[in-house]
């Protein structure tokens, strides 16, 4: 499982853990999360994310 960082706050998406509380379900790769989700964090969008 890969990990993805947000550019803008330093979040840090991990395929493991997932975002329950954004309705991410773990074990979800990030590649297969909505276009819509938005970091959790800051509110940036997915494209924001440089993989780790």
């Known amino acids: 499982m ?3 960082q947000c550019t803008a706050c330093g979040y840090i998406y991990d395929e493991e853990i997932g ?3 954004g309705g991410i379900a773990p074990g979800t790769k990030f590649e297969d999360i909505p276009d ?3 970091c ?3 509110g940036v969008s997915k494209d924001m994310f440089i993989k780790l």
Do not use: A, I, M, S
């Open 2 to 4: 890969e990990k993805y």
């Open 19 to 21: 975002d329950p509380d």
């Open 36 to 38: 819509t989700w938005v």
């Open 40 to 42: 959790p964090v800051c």
